[in-house]
């Protein structure tokens, strides 16, 4: 496997949707590149990274308007 | 409500039943149940803290169907009315969450002008790498073909502790890029990496195969973590 290759299948690495005998090759090629395991760090922490992302507050004047519909269901 | 829009509500109450646990716990989550319970006897302090938590997160999936932020809003208050009217068949077997944001697709779907095409068949035209070829050697290379070029290899992420400084803007500039990303990636993403998703419930909310949300997530995670690298290669 070729490094160019490799950076293609990390999502399908990290969800386990590799076949068993592409994960192995991958596995090996990691072993020995540096490059690669560097890159499989990044990923890791871009996910990480994108995990902490929140979404902002409600608009006050939105919320209310949600809250309106309760009461008029009620 | 159209009726369509009301069949569908009915379809996925009853369809309620398949179990899927919620994988990541949110903050002021409680029993469902006791919750849909007071929903029942007119709680406005439930509603009010379900809307809080889960408006946000339905506003930047639904304002990926439609095209303003103005309908987006009209969309997630519908299917709040919907959740209120189908209360009383939800038997908390899925997620409220889940509930939540299968019918909000649904509904943001029936309102979006955008022009339908055919998901897969776009997703598969599309061939390019994640990174940029420049970063191998080429296949004509004596050695190591397809392998990272010297002074192109990756770096190691710093550790950004909770809180940090680095790791704050780190948090920005990812969520500047996911704003940017085309809307399915920015969807798939969403949904899995910061709501938590599982990818089957994503294949069925979207009505995606799994090799698509595959090359969806693939692609968003990429350019996010492209931008990390620029934005860390110019800080250190």
Sequence with gaps: MDCNELVELVTAYLDEWLDPETRARLDLHLLECDGCQNYLQQFRATLSTVGKIRDEQLDPLYRARLLDTFRDWR | MSNSTRRFVIYCLARCVTGIKDPISMPGTVDELALVAALHTGDEAVFAELVEQHSPSMLRVARGYVPSHEIAEEVVQETWIALLKGISKF??????????????????????????????????????GTVD??????????KWPGHWKEHAEPSPFPDTPEGSVLGNELVAVARRELDKLPERQRIVVTLRDILGFESGEVCELLQISVANQRVLLHRGRAAVRQVLEDYLADVS
């Design chain 2, 91 to 128: 038997e908390g077997r899925s997620t409220i969450r889940t509930w939540l944001f299968t019918v909000m697709i649904n509904i943001a779907k029936a309102r979006g002008i955008r022009e339908r095409r055919d998901a897969d068949a776009e997703i598969a035209a599309y061939t390019g």
């Design chain 2, 133 to 142: 070829p420049a970063r191998f050697r080429p296949p004509d290379s004596a």
